[in-house]
């Protein structure tokens, strides 16, 4: 166990070390100076109030079972950080290897981290055993009655009562003008509908919802929910025959409680929806079903099958009539490693194990995250509808292959497209549930059992349609068919029956050498649909990833996002998973050189522009509105999405930074960001380049002028200026289309535009009105907006001042927007500085009574920048002085490596084997010695002015009466005697002059500025 100090308390031990990706020491010491005891469970204690299924009963037995498991779980947490770092340092090693024999990423012989064993034996990645894709394997326990069947399964959160209702119901809900086929196969099938009550991925876990969650679950297994709505006085509750039968997905292993913590140790989130469910609802066998999410491999399945053996033997020790045995889980094959061993979880949870599923968007991200450090790898791209036709075949064989053959329950994954409205004829429903027939088909002829939906409405449809399918393999298609063409528009008749009756796609044979790669979707080089770094890619992840960022901060976990398909507008549902596929889609372009940061930035910023001031038209539509409940998270979402597709070394998952802001003293901090970071400055730090680059592109708006003047470290006033009024007239649109329309409302301003039009925002309505008129007859006729600083001005000052600019001529107006956009930037600089370096230097300039000053700042390859200070001009020159003996060592020690030439080497020696008469005499003087200060001459050497030529360097060996040089000699025994010495650098760039027979120079001068 790790040992953490933390100020005010003793040493406490981190009994779960793989909990610091989430809770830092700084966050975790935060928590526990809030937290208060738990009244009635001894040394835990808790961030907020207790309700629900939490008592102190259930709350003992949640920290009886963590004791028993936190060891285990300990072990297989660990074993992932380790497995990452092989993982990552394996397949490095491996794109070197292919690179240097010049292998394709689609060749068999391309080398990645499949089969690699670590120091302890263990295969991390891929297959253990030949057949793991084949059929055969003991059985798996006898299913129970309530399981049994085909599973068409709603997945959401049970937090909020209504929608709780709606999912339990959801048989019953019936689109208007439904064809009369569905009631009719729905009459003769028996399936039970089943309601996935996610904790996991579509829920922010929040204490207060969570709580919610786990009363809402138990009232819907006991049948007892209802909830009358406060406005209209509707009563929601719960029907009395074909309900839905929930399965609980608890979250994942990685994720801990923010809010209760036991020993000074956050409690695992899933133990804590595990087995406070448990506790409750211990006496009802079908409660007594999980979906487990984010198993990576067999180690992982034998901690869960000790957490069910142990929670049970705890429950019946308190319950003697208690049927060990009873609990149930259904996997979710979510990650790359997982599938591959499949026929070893099951066996590790062996008598539990019922079924599995595919999450493929986990799948996909998780495969993105194995094959980071590969520039070769592409995940399929999110806005292609038919990923799951077209890429998840082979772990759809796999599935019905292993799981099926074992007797388990085969659920495909998520068909997570929906419609705009619920008009069965128009574009978007017909659409959708084009896609939808083809999505569930497929999974039908790849013999799966079962698929996710993502909307209730499609319940009743899945139902029947598995029905159809069932009658249709006995021979009669009739059903079948007259179902697909009453739902379907004539026009797509003949395209789904073609595809409905014809074969799958053709899948790789399993002995082919790809075959495991095919299995990930680890083998393609670029989507056929759109190219990952295409622009319109980046921005629809980036459009997505922003609203779904926002709106979990806001407490939701799952929201269904406007997209286009086809040119149709459509809805997708997104939750954490989909998140996560779209971080790591573009994470990868930007890593890998493929798509510019600048770019990213710039597209980031725009799609920001767009959801504030809601520009939805008929092809793009804000879903998350900017608005008083998104209106704190929005720019806090820019943040983490930019840190989550930008960082070098990215988080292992998105949770890792978005956790901390469940806590409810950052979440009602006015600033969360702000908040956050002042408790753990490191967790969500940003590069500077890019925050630099952010605050540039704030202050003005323009590509160009934030990706030059990002390079500074300082602002540059004059720089500045000068971009601005150099602009040209697209420079200007694009600068001005960031900046807010005069007479704008305030809601659609951001807090700078709002600031500086404060005095139009209190004038009278009949102004504003005005001036946005005659804003628009002056972007009429000069094609672009009235731009002028606002600050201090009134409505009625902006007003006489449009009015007599639009009098001018084009040219004139141009230059005018020039100005005003820098006077406009120009206040922001200095209102808002990006640091107090430029007001720090000047006031030393003061204090000291320094007449003149220049300093230079290097913060990377190319990137300097010249500050002038005082009566310092950028023409005024100053010597480097001992600079260039920093600059100077580091060039020669890196010269002589590349000769292969050691530093113990005699000088004289090296002079003798050139052209050069000059020796000092001396053998024992070497390399080091030069650049040591430890036996030569000359204390300073004097420079030359700049408007003399430099004589060459051999001019000062022997003396130069001219610039007041003495001869260079020895005076110390070498390396005995620190004295400080500019001869030794004289020496060294003559030495390497005399062996290049070229100018230091020529040498140095970097290559694009010869």
Not at 107 to 116: D, I, K, M, N
Request: aromatic share 10%; charged share 25%; with cysteine.
């Amino acid at each position: 166990m790790d040992t953490l100090p933390t100020e005010g308390l003793r040493p406490m031990k981190r009994s779960i070390s793989y909990y610091r990706d989430y809770i830092s020491d700084a966050y975790l010491s935060h928590l526990l100076k809030e937290a208060t005891p738990v009244a009635g469970v001894e040394n835990l204690v808790q961030i907020g109030q207790t309700g629900g299924l939490e008592n102190a009963q259930s709350l003992s037995f949640l920290c009886e079972l963590y004791e028993k498991l936190e060891g285990d779980l300990n072990k297989v947490l660990l074993q992932r950080i380790k497995d990452r770092k092989f993982i990552d340092e394996r397949t490095k090693a491996s794109v070197a290897f292919n690179k240097d024999w010049k292998r394709d990423f689609l060749s068999p012989e391309y080398r990645t981290v499949f089969g690699l064993e670590d120091g302890d034996g263990r295969i991390v990645m891929g297959p253990k055993r030949a057949d793991y894709h084949a059929a055969g394997g003991k059985p798996v326990a006898a299913i129970p009655e309530y399981l049994q069947g085909n599973h068409v399964t709603l997945f959401g959160p049970p937090d909020n009562a209504k929608l709780s209702i709606n999912a339990m119901n959801a048989y019953h809900r019936k689109l208007k003008d439904e064809p009369a086929i569905v009631e009719e196969l729905l009459s003769t099938q028996k399936n039970t509908p089943k309601w996935g009550a996610d904790d996991e991925d579509s829920k922010t876990p929040l204490r207060a919802d969570l709580i919610s969650a786990g009363e809402n679950l138990t009232k819907c297994l006991d049948g007892e929910l209802s909830i009358t709505d406060e406005v209209t006085g509707k009563k929601y509750e719960l029907v009395n025959e074909k309900r839905s039968h929930p399965i609980k997905r608890f979250p994942g292993l990685a994720l801990p409680s923010f809010f209760l913590f036991y020993k000074n140790n956050p409690l695992p989130l899933h133990l804590y929806d595990f087995a406070l469910h448990l506790f409750k609802n211990w006496h009802n066998p079908e409660a007594m079903v999980f979906y487990v999410p984010k198993l990576e491999n067999e180690e992982e399945a034998r901690y869960i099958r000790i957490m069910l053996e142990t929670a049970e033997k705890m429950i019946n020790k308190i319950h003697p009539e208690y049927k060990i045995g009873t609990i149930r889980v259904m996997i979710v094959l979510e990650n790359p490693r997982a599938v591959f061993r499949t026929h070893e979880i099951m066996d590790e949870l062996y008598p539990y194990f019922v079924g599995a599923s595919l999450g493929w968007h986990d799948y996909l991200a998780s495969t993105a995250r194995l094959f980071k450090e590969d520039a070769n790898y592409r995940i399929p791209v999110k806005a292609d509808p038919d990923i799951v036709i077209k890429y998840i075949k082979a772990s759809h064989d796999l599935l019905a292959s292993v799981v099926g053959s074992r007797g388990g329950v085969k659920v495909g994954g998520m068909y997570g497209i929906l419609p705009v409205t619920n008009d069965l004829m128009g574009p978007s429903f017909q659409l959708t549930i084009k896609g939808y027939i083809r999505d569930v088909i497929t999974q039908f002829k790849r013999d799966l059992t079962g698929f996710w939906v993502a909307h209730p409405d499609f319940v009743r449809l899945g139902l029947a349609l598995v029905e159809a399918w069932n009658i249709h393999k006995k021979g009669d298609s009739s059903k079948l068919n007259t179902m697909v063409t009453s739902l379907l528009d004539k026009k797509y008749h003949q395209e789904v029956l073609d595809f409905i009756h014809g074969p799958d796609i053709e899948g790789l044979n399993k002995n082919d050498p790809m075959y495991a790669r095919s299995l990930i979707v680890a083998d393609i080089k670029e989507s056929n649909y759109i190219a990952n770094n295409h622009p319109d890619e980046i921005r629809y992840n980036v459009f997505q990833s922003l609203q779904y960022i926002t709106d979990w901060l806001s407490g939701n976990g799952c929201v269904a996002l406007p997209t286009q398909i086809a040119g149709v507008p459509a809805r997708v549902m997104d939750d954490l998973a989909t998140a996560e596929r779209s971080r790591w889609e573009v994470w990868h372009e930007i890593h890998h050189g493929r798509f510019s940061l600048e770019d990213f930035l710039r597209i980031a910023h725009e799609e920001l522009h767009f959801i504030r001031k809601d520009k939805s038209n008929d092809k793009k539509i804000v879903q998350v509105k900017w608005d008083e409940r998104t209106d704190k998270w929005y720019p806090l979402a820019f943040n983490l999405m930019v840190k989550l597709m930008t960082d070098p070394e990215p988080v292992e998952f998105a949770t890792q930074l978005l956790l901390p802001f469940t806590i409810e003293s950052v979440r009602n901090a006015a600033d969360p960001w702000k908040a956050a970071t002042l408790i753990d400055p490191m967790k969500f730090k940003v590069s500077d380049k890019i925050l630099r680059f952010n605050y540039y592109f704030e202050m003005c708006g323009n590509l160009s002028f934030a990706e030059t003047l990002s390079k500074n470290t300082a602002v540059d006033l004059q720089h500045a200026q000068h971009l601005i009024m150099n602009f040209d007239k697209a420079g200007i649109l694009e600068a001005a289309s960031f900046h807010g329309d005069i007479g704008e409302g305030k809601k659609t301003l951001d807090k700078m535009a709002s600031s500086e039009q404060a005095k139009v925002l209190s004038e009278d309505q009949k102004i504003k009105t005005e001036l946005i008129e005659q804003g628009k007859n002056y972007l009429n006729k000069f094609g672009m907006k009235f731009l002028i600083s606002a600050k201090d001005k009134t409505g009625v000052e902006l007003l006489a001042a449009l009015k007599e600019r639009f009098n001018n001529s084009e040219t004139q107006e141009i230059q005018n927007a020039r100005a005003a956009l820098w006077e406009i930037t120009k206040k922001r600089l200095l209102a808002h500085p990006l640091n107090q370096l430029s007001e720090n230097l000047n006031l030393a300039l003061s204090k000291h009574k320094i007449n003149g000053a220049q300093i230079s700042i290097m913060n990377g390859r190319d990137q300097l920048q010249n500050i002038y200070l005082g009566s310092a001009q950028r023409e005024t020159w100053f010597e480097m002085a001992s600079l260039s003996k920093t600059v100077g060592s580091a060039f020669a020690i890196e010269y002589f490596k590349n000769k292969n030439i050691p530093l113990t080497t005699s000088v004289d020696k090296l002079l003798s084997q050139t052209a050069s008469d000059f020796r000092l005499n001396d053998p024992r003087v070497d390399l080091t010695h030069l650049m040591s200060h430890s036996a030569l001459n000359m204390h300073y050497v004097n420079g030359v002015p700049a408007d003399r030529k430099m004589p060459p360097i051999q001019d000062f060996l022997k003396g130069n009466a001219d610039y007041n040089y003495p001869p260079v000699k020895v005076i110390n025994t070498p390396g005995e005697v620190f004295q400080y010495s500019g001869a030794g650098f004289v020496v060294l760039e003559h030495l390497i002059e005399a062996i290049e027979k070229k100018s230091i120079f020529e040498l140095t001068i970097c290559p694009r500025h010869k």
